[in-house]
């Protein structure tokens, strides 16, 4: 399988994102706010992924954008875990951190693909 960054980091992060949903469920009995977390937070690589066989230049960015939407509602997630005291922030920095670093990437990718840039 090619190396494409943004494939890349938005599956690594989907598995830690199963991983601090698992604990959630099992340690904090939080399942409503975890499933919201990993829908989201899976979604981003699953879209990510679903860009490599768009149809056309407008359908990739299509995709992207989504998957920014996805990772943009799993920030939001996060931020709720933290500011509700469910968890405290240095348990989520670096996970927060990754999935902040995913939406750079994303941005970067869309504003590069509107000017006609290379895609991949």
């Known amino acids: 399988m090619e190396n494409n960054l943004i494939l890349d980091k938005s599956k690594a992060f989907a598995v830690r994102i199963i991983k ?9 009995n939080k399942f409503v706010l975890a499933n919201q977390m990993l829908r989201s937070g899976t979604s981003i690589g699953a879209n990510a ?3 490599k066989n768009a149809q056309s ?6 995709k992207i ?4 939407k996805e990772a943009d509602e799993t920030a ?4 709720l875990l933290i ?3 469910i968890v405290q922030e240095n348990q989520v920095h670096d996970l927060y951190e990754a999935n902040i670093e995913l939406i750079k990437i994303m941005t970067a990718i869309i504003k590069t693909s509107k000017k006609g840039g290379k895609i991949n």
């Open 20 to 28: 601090f949903y698992k604990y959630l469920c099992e340690e904090k």
């Open 76 to 79: 939001y997630w996060l931020e």
């Open 49 to 51: 992924r679903e860009s």
């Open 57 to 62: 230049k407008a359908d990739f960015i299509s």
């Open 83 to 85: 500011e509700s005291g």
């Open 65 to 68: 954008n989504i998957a920014l």
